[in-house]
Structure formats: C-alpha cells, structure tokens
C-alpha cells in the first residue's frame, strides 16, 4: 500500500486517546492534526488540503448525517477525499477505537496478507441473487469471499465468524438504525468484544447509519465497541437498487485490490444520488487485509456449516 497522509479533527482530549491510532497513521505514511474548539465547525475542504483522508472526531450531539456533507469532502485542488466520522462519546469507547483500528493496521505490516471477505445477506431470494453476484465479482480478483447468509448461520454464528479479522464484511439485507434484520436482528452488542475484529463492516441497506430514535446507529457503535475499525452505512431509507448498485461497485473495488476503505469507497463512487445517502463511520484508511489465520478459520467455519447443514 502507498504511504498516506491522514489529517484528523479532534479536541486536546479526544486526540489523547487517539494516540495508538496516530501511531500507526505516523508509520503509515503521516498525520496532520487539528485540534477543534467547542462549538467550531471547521471547513472540511480546508482541512483536506495536503492529505489523503480525514478522520473527524466530534460531538456525540451530532449525527452521521450532519457531521459530514457525504463520503468524501472535495478539497481546494479539486481530490475527492475520503472522511470517516466518530463520536467522542468519551474517553473510554474513543481509545477502544483507536486501539481496534491501529490493531487493523499493525496487520498491514504482515509479510503475507490475504483479504478474505464474508458475504452476509438476509434470508430473502432478492438479497440470496444478489450476494451471489458479489461472490462472483469477488472470486474474480484476489480475494477470498465466505459465503454467511443467514439460511447458513445465525447471530452466534456471525459474530463467532466476524471475530475473525477478515478484511470486510458486506451485508445485503433489510437494515433498522439499531442493526440487521437478517439473522435474526442482529445488534452491534452481538458483534462487540471480538477476538480479532473485521477490517470494514460494509451494510448496503437502509439506516445503519442513522440516528433515528436511538443514542447511537448501528454503524457508529460497531467501531466504538471494538467489532471493526471502519463501517459503512446509510443515514436515510435507501432503494433496493441503490444498495445494489453500491454492492457491484464495491465488490469489483475489493476485486481490484483497492486497499484501504476510503480507497474502496472513492473507487466505487459515480455521479448518482445513492451516494449522498452513505457516510464511513471510523477509521477511513483502515487497510482491508485479514489478520493472521483469518482466512483458516473463516474456511472451517463454513465447513461446519456445510456439514450441519
């Protein structure tokens, strides 16, 4: 992976127990820090200027939808630059994050890496059709997809398998501001405690990302509970053919190699109004790599499935 330059908005506080994370930013090619005021709201654009992407921490008042104009900022020289957005909901679960996404990146400096990817769909024909031609894109580039819908598995199976580390997760499927409606309804305390948490938990179906009636969205509360360094969701209802859409284009970015989330986001973007509805929740360049054994351990799991089954 090139070196990248990472800019990131956060209080005096808050940039304390950011500190594994800029480390491993440090390492990886550089980080340009700015420090927010109570009741600032800098201009992102600005802040992108001479970096590759923006990490902002801010107040857990705001929501996805208004902390962040979309899934990139355009800054000055005319770059999409992708930005993730997290809480500061406090000391505790803002060095959870960190601790989670500098653990993603330490994998990154693995002298094998492998991508190993779970295709995660409801129990529905529209959603089964469609995660088979996310399969199919994927097997077409280096990665390994791990077929867990919910007709195969359900909650302890999944949060059993994506406490693995693998390189994402992608789920097709109904989506509610407080998780999946697949497996059974799947909540982000499911997900919470991993052994080795998922690089980008990727949910194309509505709301995951949203504040609607509840403290925290789904997406939000995956990366501050330690399940993945980076999540991607929706902040509003979304049509079938949009997250569709997204599916396909994401699956072939992953095919293609694309190696952190940002990059995978800004490479799967096009002039349409699907886009305006999906923000990163957490680190945006988190690399897309498994942890060591992932893939194994991902491969047994759907053995025993088959065998169950």
Same mark, same amino acid.
């Given at each position: 992976?090139?070196?990248?330059?990472?800019?990131?908005?956060?209080?005096? *506080?808050? &940039?304390?127990?950011?500190?594994? &994370?800029?480390?491993?930013?440090?390492?990886?090619?550089?980080?340009?820090?700015?420090?927010?005021?109570? /009741? *600032?709201?800098?201009?992102?654009?600005?802040?992108?200027?001479?970096?590759?992407?923006?990490?902002?921490?801010?107040?857990?008042?705001?929501?996805?939808?208004?902390?962040?104009?979309?899934?990139?900022?355009?800054?000055?020289?005319?770059?999409?630059?992708?930005?993730?957005?997290?809480? %500061?909901?406090?000391?505790?679960?803002?060095?959870?994050?960190?601790?989670?996404?500098?653990?993603?990146?330490?994998?990154?400096?693995?002298?094998?890496?492998?991508?190993?990817?779970?295709? &995660?769909?409801?129990?529905?024909?529209?959603?089964?059709? !469609? *995660?088979?031609?996310?399969? $199919?894109?994927?097997?077409? /580039?280096?990665?390994?997809?791990?077929?867990?819908?919910?007709?195969?598995? /359900?909650?302890?199976?999944?949060?059993?398998? !994506?406490?693995? /580390?693998?390189?994402?997760?992608?789920?097709?499927?109904?989506?509610?501001?407080?998780?999946?409606?697949?497996?059974?309804?799947?909540?982000?305390?499911? !997900?919470?405690?991993?052994?080795?948490?998922?690089?980008?938990?990727?949910?194309?179906?509505?709301?995951?990302?949203?504040?609607?009636?509840?403290?925290?969205?789904?997406?939000?509360? &995956?990366?501050?509970?330690?399940?993945?360094?980076?999540?991607?969701?929706?902040?509003?209802?979304?049509?079938?053919?949009?997250?569709?859409?997204?599916?396909?284009?994401? *699956? $072939?970015?992953?095919? %293609?190699?694309?190696?952190?989330?940002?990059?995978?986001?800004?490479?799967?973007?096009?002039?349409?109004?699907?886009?305006?509805?999906?923000?990163?929740?957490? %680190?945006?360049?988190?690399? !897309?790599?498994?942890?060591?054994?992932?893939?194994? $351990?991902?491969?047994?799991?759907?053995?025993?499935?088959?065998?169950?089954?």
């Amino acid at each position: 992976m090139s070196a990248t330059a990472t800019g990131v908005l956060a209080s005096a *506080s808050a &940039l304390e127990s950011l500190e594994p &994370l800029l480390d491993a930013y440090d390492r990886d090619g550089g980080v340009v820090l700015h420090e927010s005021e109570p /009741g *600032s709201q800098p201009e992102l654009a600005e802040l992108a200027a001479g970096v590759d992407a923006l990490l902002v921490v801010g107040s857990p008042r705001r929501s996805p939808r208004t902390a962040l104009p979309g899934t990139c900022v355009t800054a000055a020289d005319g770059r999409r630059v992708p930005v993730g957005w997290v809480p %500061d909901c406090g000391r505790e679960p803002v060095r959870r994050f960190a601790e989670t996404a500098a653990r993603v990146h330490s994998r990154n400096r693995e002298d094998r890496r492998s991508r190993t990817v779970a295709v &995660l769909a409801q129990r529905s024909r529209r959603y089964r059709d !469609l *995660s088979r031609r996310i399969e $199919r894109l994927l097997e077409d /580039g280096a990665v390994r997809p791990v077929r867990w819908t919910a007709d195969e598995l /359900g909650v302890a199976e999944l949060g059993q398998g !994506l406490g693995y /580390g693998l390189a994402a997760a992608v789920y097709v499927g109904h989506g509610r501001p407080v998780g999946w409606v697949g497996y059974r309804g799947t909540r982000a305390h499911h !997900l919470a405690g991993a052994e080795e948490p998922t690089a980008a938990v990727l949910s194309l179906t509505c709301l995951t990302a949203s504040r609607r009636r509840v403290g925290l969205s789904f997406a939000e509360a &995956l990366v501050l509970g330690g399940a993945a360094a980076a999540a991607f969701g929706a902040v509003c209802s979304t049509d079938h053919r949009w997250n569709a859409r997204w599916a396909l284009r994401i *699956s $072939r970015a992953l095919a %293609d190699g694309a190696p952190t989330l940002g990059e995978l986001v800004a490479a799967a973007e096009e002039d349409d109004p699907a886009v305006a509805g999906y923000r990163i929740l957490g %680190d945006p360049v988190a690399p !897309l790599v498994d942890a060591p054994g992932a893939a194994r $351990r991902a491969a047994a799991l759907s053995r025993e499935l088959v065998l169950v089954a």
